[in-house]
C-alpha cells in the first residue's frame, strides 16, 4: 500500500473528531445564551388569598373560605422566564373549567396576581375549586381551594 494514503486515512478519524468536538461547543454556547441550558422557569411560590395588602402582597392566605367572599386571588412569584414566555391561569369549579387567562410576562422575575369573581358581584358558590398555571408544555403549579358554609 502507498505510504501516503496510510498516512492521510490515519487522519480522517481525527479530523473529523475535531470537526465534531468544535460544532458540539458551538451549541453548547448557543443554548446557553439562548437560556435553553441555562436557568429554568420556575414558579417559586403560589398562594390563594382573599386580598392583597397595600404592597401587593397576599393577605388572609388560606385554603379554605367562608361563603360570602366575592372574590379570590391567585397570587404567584416566578424567576428565571424569558422573554415573551407564556403561561395559562386556569380556575376551575369542581371539574368544570370556569375561567382560562392567557399570560405573556415581560419580566425575567416578578409577581402576578389574578382574581377570580363573578360577573354579577354575588358571592361565589360553595364547593371546591382548583387553579392551575401552565407553559404551553407542562403544569407548573396547581391549587386547591374550597368555599365552605360557616356552621
Not at 33 to 48: E, H, M, P
Not at 60 to 65: D, G, S, Y
Not at 97 to 108: A, D, F, N
Request: aromatic share 8%; charged share 25%.
Amino acid at each position: 500500500m502507498d505510504q501516503n494514503y496510510q498516512d492521510s486515512s490515519g487522519k480522517r478519524p481525527l479530523i473529523l473528531l475535531g470537526v465534531a468536538v468544535i460544532i458540539l461547543v458551538a451549541l453548547i454556547v448557543v443554548s446557553l445564551k439562548s437560556g435553553l441550558l441555562g436557568s429554568t422557569f420556575r414558579i417559586d411560590k403560589a398562594v390563594v388569598c382573599v386580598e392583597l395588602d397595600r404592597n401587593r402582597l397576599p393577605h388572609k392566605v388560606m385554603n379554605t373560605i367562608q361563603y360570602g367572599t366575592r372574590q379570590v386571588c391567585l397570587w404567584f412569584q416566578y424567576s428565571s422566564a424569558s422573554e415573551g414566555n407564556h403561561l395559562e391561569v386556569s380556575w376551575y369549579y369542581g371539574k368544570d373549567l370556569v375561567l382560562s387567562e392567557p399570560l405573556k410576562l415581560m419580566t425575567k422575575d416578578g409577581v402576578r396576581a389574578f382574581y377570580l369573581l363573578r360577573e354579577e358581584g354575588t358571592p361565589l358558590p360553595v364547593g371546591k375549586y382548583r387553579v392551575t398555571i401552565s407553559s404551553p408544555t407542562k403544569r407548573l403549579s396547581e391549587l386547591d381551594f374550597e368555599i365552605i358554609r360557616k356552621n
